[in-house]
């Protein structure tokens, strides 16, 4: 190959000085473009670009090009430019030049001002992908009047474009897209009557869409054939007269803010071939004029509210469609159950509209279909016999909700790779299925029986057949599945062992909830260095949780709750940094909580999600996720069903267990946490002063413990706080003040029950007696009283008030003296009165 084991481009070619074509396109060079290649002074047509290996070129000075006089096509787009700032000034000392290609090379800024242009033969120009960030209005391009192609599409341009536009009246392709900002549409068009393109797609334009109309080409013989505006924040009714845009072959409105109905003027449209207005606000039945556009290709209404009948009038002529997209509105398919359509479909969105309540009959003339979307559309039917036939060459179907019977026999031999079919009432055995499947969904039927054996085939990558009534064990099949990633077979009733050859070593989703499976936790799991959520709770499984595993390095979510486990929580869980949920809750595990909670950093306000993972948790298998056990959690003293949102739940769940110890203090750095649920066993000690700290926490249950002292004021200081109980501890003292707690305890008057040692408001018995305050208890526990403490200084002082009463006594005479009299006298005083006393009681004995 050319670029050798260096990799770089041959200086050679340099010497090929007769040489007029060369194109090295596509070549995965790296290194700097060799200056040589300016020796080629005969050269017409140089080609360096490649879009597949950015940056691996560079070159920091492009002068040599300007040594090539009759250059007429230049690119080198997506080679490394960023360093070259004077590049216009280069270029335009080739007047040669009617191909200019520099797209993709990091070019900093295209504001430059040329005395003199030199480009006048210029037709074609591709600076796109660029990063020049400063007014549209600025760039030097403006003044080529011989252009016909100009590609600017995300180039960090702003504002709009300048009225030297209007002189630009050789433009054929005139492309904006992609340039985030560019405001109101003040743009105006009209005079580029060449104009056969025009791409102005994510550019968050504003404007009305009748002056967006208005500023399009008006001219006699009108060109344009495209225009592209979708995904800006164009508002206002369509137009329905449109009669100098009746050239048009795309139109693409899809994604803004549109509102009215379809004109009756769109069947004017009689060249066009794709027609994209989906997205919008569009309302009210569809024109039954559509159906006169006889070219149409692709027909994308999908994401409107419209309504109304769609029938054999709307596709009269629309002989040569191959798209149709009408999901989401609530249209409904109103035909003749003979209706033989006059299009072969190759892709059809349905969902939402209204097909049923019968299986539709013209499907079953639809062979050439490939992608097949008939979701949620009211169809109560069992599948048709012709469903393998008619659809053997479908890749992708989602036929979800409400259908019934059983799945077809003979489904081994289709072409699908991707089947949707759950929330029905399928019941059955799942028969052998396509040997292509990659992505299967078939959760929420009443499917029966085992898995077929083929089912573990090398192509899956997501399995879903969670809440059925699918029996037996996992098929040693799953060991051939080396592609699989998400693997969601919760409520069923599956027995026995995990198989141990798990073949797959890139599962992210594990989800076995609710079913009999049993064994020691799996050792297999070891080597999945990307499993994400792991999710094995309402099961059998027993033994040990392994010290190995913080070797789960990704693991994000997860609940082994309702189980068999024993013995001590591993120390190294608190090493997964990545894990935000866990339920270890209804096991018989022992010992203390594991210290060094705060390494749990994905359960802290601090935690920076990562954009690749956490952003989407589920990706592409988000679909997979229902509303079934997997999605349920035990907050706020209920079994809340969460759904996909049970990801965004900060939670640990250690309830119903044989825990010991105390709460460990660092589990008040996990300020993330919504949930915590200790309850349920035989925790001592204090409840940590500084819990306040969990400034994110819902819910708080450390209920039916052994814990002691006083409950924190801190916890009064959490503002999220809706459900707390602290019922059947050994708690004592005052309860502290704060609104927070005196609202929980009206709503929640058990949360104190079972704390015999605690008074005070709002609890009837007082704290009379005691020498506590309310104004003291709320400084926290730390200020409150200890007898200990108490009597500790009691003798302390007295210690010292003895020695300083000696010390006066043996320095100063004077005071010893007198110190001595006094007790004399005090001596003799109570001498007489000892004597006095029992001579009188003598005497009263002698009379008696």
Known sequence: SLEGPSGHMPEFLGSLTRLRYLNLSGIPFCGRVPPQLGNLSNLQHLDLSCQFCTGRMYSRDISWVARIPNLQSLGMNWLNLSTIVDWPYVVNMIPSLKTLGLGGCSLQTANHSLPHINLTKLERLDLSDNIFAHPMARGWFWNLTSLQHLYLADTELYGQAPDALAHMTSLQVLDLSYNRNMGIMTTCFRNLCNLRSLDLSSCQSDGNIKDIIARMPQCPLNKLQELHLGSNNITGIMPDLIAHLTSLVVLDISVNNLNGGIPHGVGLLSSLRELDLS??????????????????????????????????????????????????????????????????????????????????????????????????????????????????????????????????????????????????????????????????DMSGNCLSGNLPSNIGTQYLSSLAVSSNQITGSIPESFCKAEFLEALELSSNLFEGQVPQCFGAKNISFLMLSNNRFSGNFPSFLKDWKQLTSLDLPRNSFFGRLPLWIEDLVELRFLRLNQNLFSGEIPATISNLSRLHHLNLAGNALSCAIPWHLSNLTAMTRKYVKDSTVDSDTYGNYSDMVHAYDFASVVLKGRELNYSIGIWDLVSIDLSFNQLTGVIPEEIAALDGLINLNLSWNQLTGKIPNKLGALQALESLDLSRNMLSGGIPSSLSDITYLSYLDLSDNNLTGRIPSGRQLDTLYNQQPFMYNGNNGLCGPPLPNSCSGKNVTRQDDQKGNEHSFEPMTFYFGLALGFILGLWVVFCILLFKKAWRVAYFRVVDKTYDQMYVFAVLAWKRWARKGTTN
């Not at 081994?412 to 396509?434: A, D, H, R, V, Y």
Request: hydrophobic residues 40%.
């Open 279 to 440: 997205s919008n606000n569009l309302s009210g039945p569809v024109p039954s004029e559509i159906g006169m556009l006889c070219n149409l290709i692709m027909m994308d209404l999908g994401g409107n509210n419209l309504n109304g009948d769609f029938t054999e009038e709307h596709f009269t002529s629309l002989m040569r469609l191959k798209e149709l997209d009408l999901t989401g509105n609530s249209l409904r398919i109103a035909v003749g159950p003979d209706w033989i359509p006059p299009f072969s479909l190759e892709y059809t969105h349905l969902g939402s509209c209204q097909l049923g309540p019968l299986f539709p009959a013209w499907l079953q003339f639809q062979v050439d279909i490939l992608l097949m979307d008939i979701s949620s559309t009211g169809i109560v039917d069992r599948l048709p016999d012709w469903f393998n036939t008619t659809f053997a060459k479908v890749t992708y179907l989602d036929i979800s909700k409400e259908i019934g019977g059983r799945l077809p026999r003979n489904m081994e031999f289709m072409s699908l790779q991707s089947l949707f079919i759950n929330s029905n009432k399928l019941t059955g055995e799942i028969p052998n299925l396509p040997r292509n499947i990659t992505f299967l």
